[in-house]
């Protein structure tokens, strides 16, 4: 059992203390394996927070986005990026209201206060910020795998289809598009992956996100040409069980039941998909089910399309109040 308070008082975290930025850190917790409870004795200790930032960063020429000491793997946001990141329903973010009350390192009034008002951030948007991070990561496990046994053509052909399952994402999340406006095939002549699109007065910043979307999977799908089997076995069994926990938490946040960041209750089954007990088609099996139970949960879910962004606004300001500026 880590003794966090003991851990603290240690000259590796001496920068809570000494750094004036972060003078007024009104929420910090447990994150990462030790937030889920899918810990072991190997787990590193991540924390991440929530500040209010100091007066010159409202009245002076710089802004406040973020505090992170990389040796500790330790991240504090200023309040106001870490509100807009819980109204896009960031899973990172919104997962830090709901750990156990045993993650907690510090929370103060305000800390509290958004603490008890999680529902607020809670908005149909979870669909998107949890379900589709989900899949993408499961299409990336896929690529992983089908590396190591694969010829190069019937690589191609792979990432190929990948490729055009998001394109299906793209029609349901960004502004609409025909059918066949963006077209990913193989050349006969290259045997290469090449496009075609037709897109007329669209927007610029929704064919930004489609952009960075699909070259994310192309530079995650050539990293993994390279990558060792052996290294990184342990990392694709931690990928996967990841993978499950984020349907089995958003599909509860869309079916009214909050964030429940520490699954207890999944607890044995994430820690054997962590430590190899299923086979990888077991796995592709086990999340065939549990994105099931979230895309019907997604059908039914009685979350409203986005944030209540006027209540949300004088949460904010309220916490503000708190604290002289």
């Known amino acids: 059992m880590i003794d ?26 447990l994150s990462g394996s030790h937030g889920y409870g899918t810990n072991n004795e190997n787990s590193d200790i991540d924390m991440r927070g929530v500040l209010v930032e100091q007066p010159q960063y409202f009245y002076g020429l710089n802004s406040f986005e973020q505090f992170e000491d990389l040796p500790t793997d330790t991240v504090i946001y200023g309040l106001k990026k870490y509100i807009k990141l819980l109204i896009d329903a960031n899973p990172n973010a919104l997962e830090l209201l709901g750990v156990d009350e045993s993650s907690i390192v510090k929370t103060t009034g305000a800390g509290q206060m958004l603490r008890d008002n999680a529902d607020l951030f809670l908005s149909k948007r979870v669909i998107n910020s949890f379900g589709n991070y989900a899949t993408a990561q499961l299409r990336r496990l896929q690529n992983a795998l ?29 502004t609409n598009f025909e059918e066949g406006a963006i077209e990913i095939y193989t050349s006969q002549e290259t045997g290469k992956l090449h496009f075609n699109i037709d897109l007329k007065d669209y927007p610029v910043n929704e064919f930004v996100g489609i952009y960075s979307e699909i ?36 599909t509860d946040i869309l079916a009214g039941k909050g964030i429940i960041t520490k699954r207890t209750k999944e607890h044995e089954l994430l820690m054997d998909l962590r430590n190899g007990n299923y086979r990888f088609d077991e796995i592709f099996k086990l999340t065939d089910e549990y994105q099931a139970a979230f895309e019907k949960a997604a059908a039914e879910t009685r979350l409203e399309q986005k944030p209540y962004l006027e209540k949300v606004e004088r949460l904010m300001i309220e916490a503000y109040g708190m604290y002289r500026l």
């Open 4 to 29: 966090i308070a003991k851990k603290l008082e240690t000259a590796e975290y001496g920068f809570l203390k000494s750094n004036p930025d972060l003078e007024n850190v009104i929420y910090l917790v």
């Open 146 to 174: 089908c590396h190591d046994s694969l010829e190069e053509q019937e690589k191609t052909k792979h990432l190929q289809n990948t490729l055009n399952a998001q394109l299906a994402h793209f029609r349901k999340t960004y």
């Open 215 to 250: 070259s994310n999977i192309v530079r995650t799908y050539n990293r993994l040409n390279h990558r060792n089997n052996k290294k990184d076995e342990a990392h694709l069994y931690k990928h996967a069980m990841h993978l499950i926990r984020l349907l089995i938490t958003g």
